[in-house]
């Protein structure tokens, strides 16, 4: 997490007197980090309403099969020097689902942090505020998905997690109790009711643990929206916005 910029005259702030070779590849490789981009600018949103319109336009064009972020060349010597991702995410850990695909956005726009049942937890909360204070993100998109595991897992062991292993029982209960218990299980729509009530109720819990969050939001800096991807035709519904 790195938003520092590099100083283009690094190389030639040392008091060694470098090598005729190396002070022509140092050239090179300032003329290439700096050259103009030829590829199509994508126009970073600049307000939290763009951002929103942003992904949903990512994910459109993801589903019609029309993505263009990752055919663009990406200029990595410019991306390496700092960051300003317009959007941050948390999504489930899941291996299905990506951010960057299902919104169709190039490296270095989004700011994203993984946790299964996309939780927000103590360690996802700051990633989030660390966008969203020093990195300046416009949007924090709570990212759940269809047929999701750990929300599946919150409905079949509701009455007592103490059986999954290791460390679940204290990430899974998060999702038990506002949202399992909320659902019958013997409701066929119930996995599905479920995994939306856990994403619209991590918005909740980012604004009510979060006060670096809570004060952008206030500020019209920033907006929270909360969506789930259906794994099956990849379109993005929001639950929350
Ligand atoms: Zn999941």
């Not at 030639?12 to 490789?29: E, G, K, Q, Y």
């Not at 390496?80 to 995410?89: T, Y």
């Amino acid at each position: 997490m790195n938003n520092r910029k590099a100083s283009p005259f690094t190389y030639f702030s040392r008091t060694d007197s470098p090598s005729m070779p190396l002070i022509l590849v140092a050239l090179v490789t300032l003329t290439l980090a700096f050259a103009p981009n030829e590829t199509p600018s994508k126009d970073a949103p600049s307000t939290p309403d763009e951002a929103v319109a942003a992904v949903m336009a990512g994910n459109a064009r993801f589903v019609n099969g029309q993505s263009t972020a990752h055919t663009i060349e990406t200029d990595r010597a410019q991306l390496a020097s700092g960051q300003a991702p317009f959007a941050a995410v948390i999504r489930c850990a899941d291996s299905r689902v990506a951010p960057e695909i299902c919104f169709d956005q190039p490296l270095g726009q989004l700011f994203v942090c993984a946790v299964a049942g996309n939780v927000p937890t103590l360690e996802g909360i700051a990633s989030l505020e660390y966008g969203v204070a020093v990195l300046g993100t416009k949007l924090i998109v709570v990212m759940g998905h269809s047929e999701c595991g750990a929300v599946g897992a919150a409905i079949e062991h509701r009455e007592d997690t103490s059986v999954l292993p290791g460390s679940l029982p204290g990430l899974i209960d998060q999702i038990v109790s506002p949202c399992a218990l909320a659902v019958d299980p013997s409701d066929a729509d119930a996995l599905k009711k479920a995994t939306a009530c856990n994403a619209a109720k991590s918005v909740t819990q980012l604004l009510k643990r979060s006060n670096v969050i809570k004060e952008a939001v206030a500020k019209g800096d920033l907006r929270l929206i909360a969506g789930v991807q259906d794994l099956g035709t990849g379109v993005f519904t929001l639950v929350k916005k």
